[in-house]
């Protein structure tokens, strides 16, 4: 069984950065695409940024020159970095990841329970 644990968001005025963290446990052979998404109030899940095992990474529009996605391939975390944040980046934020059980050759999609993060302007 695998589990993502995500940390790091809170209370920020605008133009203030931060940094969301999340590890994947468990039983785990490999830990593939990670990714983070968000969910703002009222709206549909969208997709804030996704790196591969090898590095290649992918920003939304509204995002891109503001945060950076980056991980730790040997301890399986995946970290959002954010700066210059705005009232409308408010959301939920959690973490995604494509992760092979040991004992397995399938990967699997796990999802974080979330964390907030609040913009105030």
């Known amino acids: 069984q695998v589990q993502l644990v995500e940390s790091g968001g809170g209370l920020v005025q605008a133009g203030e950065s931060l940094t969301l963290s999340c590890v994947a446990s468990?039983?785990?052979?490999?830990?593939?695409?990670m990714g983070w998404y968000r969910q703002p109030p009222g709206k549909q899940r969208e997709l804030v940024a996704t790196?591969?095992?090898?590095?290649?990474?992918n920003y939304a529009d509204s995002v891109k020159g503001r945060f950076t996605i980056s991980r730790d391939n040997a301890k399986n975390w995946v970290y959002l970095q954010m700066h210059n944040l705005r009232p409308e980046d408010t959301a939920v934020y959690s973490c995604?990841?494509?992760?092979?059980?040991?004992?397995?050759?399938?990967?699997?999609?796990?999802w974080g329970q979330g964390t907030q993060v609040t913009v105030s302007s």
């Open positions: 995604n990841a494509v992760i092979v059980p040991l004992n397995s050759n399938r990967g699997q999609t796990s």
């Open positions: 790196i591969t095992r090898g590095a290649n990474t």
């Open positions: 468990g039983s785990i052979a490999r830990v593939n695409d």
